[in-house]
């Protein structure tokens, strides 16, 4: 008799929406013999900046890059501080180091996982030059709270909005609130270009600067230069990076931005069956939904209550994997792997909320092509482990 609690096959951690509309968007860039960074990049960044309502959208090859260039534009350096999250991914502090800057932890808060604001400012120094709040999940970080203490010492917020789009914060759209914002277009990401990511500003001075930093530091609108309208002539102002996405991204993303409110309420939708359908099992904490704003579920963060559980975080992954259901983890935090932990000497208690919430995390898979069945699937797994495991 089949076990219903073990699906047939394999469910993926995370897939991408793509379909009929993406291939023909793509073709027509690849019959038009322009294939890199052209007009289809043009008109994604211009639609991207009306959809978040930031003055200036650039566009990269990917969120990483979208931070080192906003991090140079506002002229990080050596020894500087930037106040961030532990709670996160490789590329949120590793382009603070890319300037020789420091990266500052600052704990998180215990529900949303986000930076919290009440303990930033007790880490400013005279070398703080920017705040880099990540919006964990897609959920918003308090941003009042983080602007109001950058406010007061005059330097900006960049947001890492790698999750946040499209999310909002207090009826506005992620993008157009702090002085920079970087979205990322990776794989698994709420929209995706394959590889790929945006910068938005509203700042002409620093849109400007990322712009000819993601080209080789030459002068602006240098891709033109094979067009009709470009001409061979171009000036190198620094020695810059190799960042441009190319129109082929662009024609993926462009389709995906007008799928995104679309593929956003199907993964709302997943995430409110999930939290309906375990809110009667103890041992396994919900994920808050957006107070705040809209949230755009890029993850779907469970926390287990290992008290009430006689198998530990990694079992109960691999319970999972068991029935057929891909989980994850989000995020080991920074300030434990060796190179943070050796560098700037940090140990897992240095931040405790962010160590402690890590242990006990597991990301349950919810994208926009899971069916009933599939969300079902994932539903009747974790309350069949819980069921066999609890205390
Ligand atoms: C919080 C966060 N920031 C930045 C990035 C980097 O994005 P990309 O892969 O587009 O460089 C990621 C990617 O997973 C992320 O999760």
Known sequence: MPDPARRETLLPFALPDLDELELREIKSVLDSGWITT???TKAFESEFAAAVHAKHAIAVNSCTAALHLALEALGLQKG?????????FAATAEVIRYLDARPVFVDVEEGSLNIDPALVERAVTEKTRAILPVHIAG???DLDGLQAVARKYGFPVVEDAAHAFPATYKGKMIGGLSDVTCFSFYATKTITTAEGGMICTDNDRWAERCRIMSLHGISKDAWKR??????WYYEIIAPGYK????DIAAAMGRVQLRKASFMRSKRARIAARFSELLADVPEVQLPPGGVDGEHAWHLYMLRLHLDRLTIDRKRFIEELKSRNISASVHFIPLHCHPYYRDTFGHAPGDFPVAYREYMREVSLPIYSTMTDRDVDDVIAAVRDIVRLHRT
Do not use: K
Request: charged content about 10%.
């Open 139 to 141: 959920l918003s970080a």
């Open 226 to 231: 094979y067009s009709a309208e470009g001409s």
């Open 243 to 246: 960042y441009n996405m190319t």
């Open 38 to 40: 052209g007009s289809a």
């Open 80 to 88: 500087d501080e930037v106040i961030t999250t532990p709670y996160t």
